[in-house]
Structure formats: C-alpha cells, structure tokens
C-alpha cells in the first residue's frame, strides 16, 4: 500500500516559518486531493489546506489562508505545506492526507474525504 512520508516539522519561534513536506512512497501513485490536517492536544483534527492534483486549485482554512501556502510537485508525488508568520495557536501534529479513491460528493475540507494519511509531524511554536 502507498505510503506518506512527512517531514519538516520542528519547533519554532512565534513568526518564524517551516516548510512541510510529504512524498508518496510510490511515484506512480494516482491521487485526486492532497492535504494537509492539524490535531492539537485535546482538540479535534481540522483543516488546514489542500489541492487538486491536476489542476493545483488550492483550498485554505481560515486560520491559515494569508500565512500558509499549499504546493506540489506532480513528478515527485510530493506536497508541501509553507507555513509562514507561525503562532502559537499553530502548535500541533501537522498530518498529510490524500484522496486516492475519489470522493467526489464529500468537501475539500472534509477528513472522511481522504483514504491515506500520513504519520503526522509535530510542529511547536513558541511565544
């Protein structure tokens, strides 16, 4: 089975920036979505970014739309995450996601939409 590999995560000073990264195992690998969720300790997974595979349409939370920036590279089955002006309130295991069986009825923003996931990444902001 296709494997997500995330890396970059790491801790930070409230402003600073990291740059998230998750590879599919297989280059191969035919995906529809890819996206990024967040879980903080004691909250629920949410949405923090996410694009279409062919036609790169990305899609922000509201959280981060304005500081992060989701990106691919279709050669590389690889997505990534930039994550600029960090705060504290972004502290959380950052997961990668992808919906390789389409899903087409459930919203972009939707965890149930996805069938892969990655392991997660911790990413701690400090104030």
């Known amino acids: 089975q296709v494997q997500l590999v995330e890396s970059g995560g790491g801790l930070v000073q409230a402003g600073g920036s990291l740059r998230l990264s998750c590879a599919a195992s297989?280059?191969?690998?035919?995906?529809?979505?890819m996206g990024w969720f967040r879980q903080a300790p004691g909250k629920e997974r949410e949405f923090v970014a996410a694009?279409?595979?062919?036609?790169?349409?990305?899609y922000y939370s509201g959280s981060s739309k304005g500081r992060f920036t989701i990106s691919r590279d279709n050669a590389e089955n690889t997505v990534y995450l930039q994550m600029n002006s960090l705060k504290p309130e972004d502290t959380a295991v950052y997961y990668c996601?992808?919906?390789?069986?389409?899903?087409?009825?459930?919203?972009?923003?939707?965890?149930?939409?996805?069938?892969?996931w990655g392991q997660g990444t911790q990413v701690t902001v400090s104030s």
């Open positions: 996601a992808a919906e390789s069986v389409r899903r087409t009825i459930l919203l972009i923003s939707t965890a149930r939409k996805y069938d892969l």
């Open positions: 297989e280059r191969t690998f035919s995906v529809y979505t």
């Open positions: 694009i279409t595979w062919s036609a790169g349409t990305t």
